[in-house]
């Protein structure tokens, strides 16, 4: 399968652990992106990349999150102290950087759900 | 600020009947709209992508949305659906410039009676 790639499917943790998603894009595509979508809504934008660097965190990205793409292939979303308003699934998303000659849309992976108990 | 609407939360239909699924947007500039599938149990999918050109755009399995700017709308549509369409159909928009987030709506979920 060479979809994107979210690691892992499901975590349940108690509040006020930390825990660490992963995401392994498309390999050729340069971008990379994270989204979160609650029970009834679609995903919401929380951060992209371009290749090792993160270009944008939207406000509902607070100081409790952090994400990282070291090398420009996978990334890592992190969530500190959770809380019980971070119950959600984490979408991951890859495309090509606009004018690259590819008229790619993002591709997304299948997500981490998150419990917090 | 970008914004999507997805009016329709829940539809039901019968096989082979007809579909529209509305979208309407919010954006002053130029943008680039999408509808995405989520079929029970799996990922996110295009379905079709509208850039630039015939504002009628086909995309897979038989659907196809029309972009009407003065409206701001891209609705969804097909003919004649069947059981298998049963799934959440998500309308994303994103400017056509800088870094492409998507702004989705909130989705519309479509069961199909056989």
């Known amino acids: 399968d060479t979809g994107v790639s979210q690691d892992p499917r499901h975590k349940i943790t108690k509040r006020g652990q930390n825990v660490t998603f992963r995401c392994d894009p498309i390999?050729?595509?340069?971008?990379l992106y994270w989204y979160r979508q609650t029970l009834g809504q679609g995903p919401e934008f929380l951060t992209y990349?371009?290749?090792?660097?993160?270009?944008?965190k939207s406000r509902l990205l607070s100081d409790r999150f952090s994400a990282e793409r070291p090398k420009g292939s996978f990334s890592t979303l992190e969530i500190q102290r959770t809380e019980q308003g971070d119950s959600a699934m984490y979408l991951c998303?890859?495309?090509?950087?606009?004018?690259?000659?590819?008229?790619?849309?993002?591709?997304f992976g299948d997500g981490t759900r998150l419990s917090i108990l | 600020a970008q914004s999507v609407s997805q009016h329709n939360h829940h539809v039901i239909l019968s096989e082979a009947a007809s579909l529209e699924l509305g979208c309407n947007y919010s954006?002053?500039?130029?943008?680039?709209l999408f509808w995405y599938v989520q079929y029970p149990g799996q990922h996110l999918q295009l379905l079709l992508k509208?850039?630039?050109?015939?504002?009628l755009v086909k995309g897979i399995k038989g659907f196809e949305a029309e972009f009407i700017k003065s409206k701001f709308s891209f609705n969804l549509r097909k003919p004649s659906v069947q059981w298998s369409d049963t799934a959440e159909y998500f309308c994303?928009?994103?400017?056509?410039?800088?870094?492409?987030?998507?702004?989705f709506g909130t989705g519309t979920r479509l069961t199909i009676i056989p």
């Open positions: 998303a890859s495309s090509f950087k606009p004018g690259q000659g590819f008229d790619q849309p993002q591709h």
């Open positions: 390999s050729e595509h340069n971008r």
């Open positions: 990349f371009q290749n090792e660097a993160q270009l944008e």
């Open positions: 954006y002053g500039g130029t943008v680039n």
């Open positions: 509208y850039f630039s050109g015939d504002p």
């Open positions: 994303a928009v994103h400017s056509n410039f800088g870094n492409e987030k998507l702004t």
